[in-house]
């Protein structure tokens, strides 16, 4: 098993399907896959809404075999940050500079979701018709 | 700072960026509740919006739109005229850093009550301007850090710190990654001889950024 993060999400789930891999690649099912990060594999390539990431000419078998999705290289072609611990058995698949700055520039605040002390979740887009002064503050 | 803003078409959201809920639940219980406080253990702020200290604020509109990007949120850079010797600051600097958060709050007032029509905004091509650019360490960094704070939680502390001090070299300028994952003094504050060693060092950088406001005082 391994535990796959991404910035609001924690699974558990059976990684590598049929295959054996170095502690270097995330394998995983193409149900796991979309399950976790929206992504799937269409004839286009790698893709989620309408994005998609052709799979290297010559190189398919080092992303997809079979059922399984080689989740991390398909991160790393995208640019995105993929990290994860020592024994390989908790991942993260974090979000590319890229994708955040054209969020900052397009000046679309980007929304979130987060407890507050109660464990009631709050968004920022439940504000949406009010003026929101977002402002951080911590106990260190 | 806030509390005498009462507007229904205005409202703070205010995060605390703590990995530790319980170290940060004193806090807000000492506070007024007329605003909503939440909190972000994994600093996800930090990686959407691409900040790097606290207090830092943003304005954001009826519509969701930013009006004034991220930026230090009342605070004046007179961290490293601290006095060790008093131990605080010298009379004049205080004023000093009284009379920027005074006027940042007459600001957010302003805006809060006059809406569009506050002399504060930014107009989009003066805000993206002020956006500050992630980079890939610095996405890395916060992907390190999310990652450890899971471990942390996890039981898995030694990994963590070995992560933490990782983040902490890929994204150097973070006081919100240093101070979360430093050694806190007996009272909790990330503000032993490392952190002043770590202000000293910033030479001609800021510890607050000025914030680019009409008579804010250097």
């Known amino acids: 098993m391994v535990t796959v993060l991404t910035e609001t999400s924690a699974d558990e789930v059976a990684g590598s399907p049929g295959e054996s891999h170095s502690n270097d690649e995330l394998w995983l099912s193409a149900s796991d896959t979309a399950a976790i990060t929206g992504w799937s594999m269409k004839p286009e390539g790698f893709c989620k809404d309408d994005m998609c990431v052709p799979t290297p ?6 992303f997809v075999k ?10 790393e072609l995208m640019g995105r940050p993929v990290v994860r611990s020592e024994a390989a058995d908790v991942w993260l698949l974090g979000e590319g500079a890229n994708l955040r700055n054209d ?15 109660d464990d009631n979740l709050h968004s920022l887009s439940d504000f949406r018709g009010k ?10 | 700072m806030f509390e005498t803003i009462k507007n229904e078409d205005f409202m703070i959201l205010s995060v605390a960026m703590d990995a530790d809920i319980e170290a940060a639940r ?8 007329d605003f909503i406080t939440l909190i972000d253990q994994n600093h996800l702020l930090s990686s959407l919006y691409n900040m790097f200290n606290v207090p830092q604020a943003v304005w954001i509109d009826e519509t969701g739109r930013v009006v004034r990007p991220v930026e230090t949120g009342g605070s004046l850079d007179v961290v490293k005229e601290y006095d060790q010797a008093i131990p605080g600051y010298k009379p004049e600097v205080a004023e000093r850093a009284a009379r920027a958060k005074s006027i940042y709050i007459q600001a957010v ?3 809060a009550v006059n809406g569009k029509a506050s002399p504060h905004l930014f107009n989009p091509v003066e805000a ?43 994204h150097p300028d973070s006081w919100n990654i240093y101070r979360e994952t430093s050694g806190r003094t007996a009272t909790g504050l990330a503000a032993g001889e490392e952190f002043w060693a770590r202000v000293k060092g910033l030479g001609d950088k800021q510890y607050y950024v000025t914030i680019d406001m009409e008579g804010m005082p250097n």
């Not at chain 1, 969020?103 to 002390?117: C, G, K």
């Not at chain 1, 003026?131 to 260190?140: M, P, Q």
Request: charged fraction near 25%; proline fraction near 4%; include cysteine.
């Open chain 1, 57 to 62: 000419l010559g190189e398919a078998d080092k």
């Open chain 1, 66 to 75: 079979d059922d399984a999705i080689n989740v991390s290289a398909f991160w």
């Open chain 1, 103 to 117: 969020a900052l520039v397009s000046l679309e605040a980007p929304d979130f979701t987060l407890p507050d002390f």
């Open chain 1, 131 to 140: 003026r929101v002064l977002l402002i951080t503050w911590a106990s260190w």
């Open chain 2, 26 to 33: 004193p806090w807000i219980e000492a506070v007024s509740h």
């Open chain 2, 109 to 111: 007032k302003d805006w």
């Open chain 2, 128 to 170: 993206r301007n002020r956006v500050p650019a992630m980079t890939t360490e610095i996405a890395t960094a916060h992907a390190k850090f999310q990652l450890g704070q899971y471990l942390k939680r996890n039981g898995r502390a030694d990994e963590a710190d070995a992560i933490f001090a990782e983040c902490r070299e890929l």
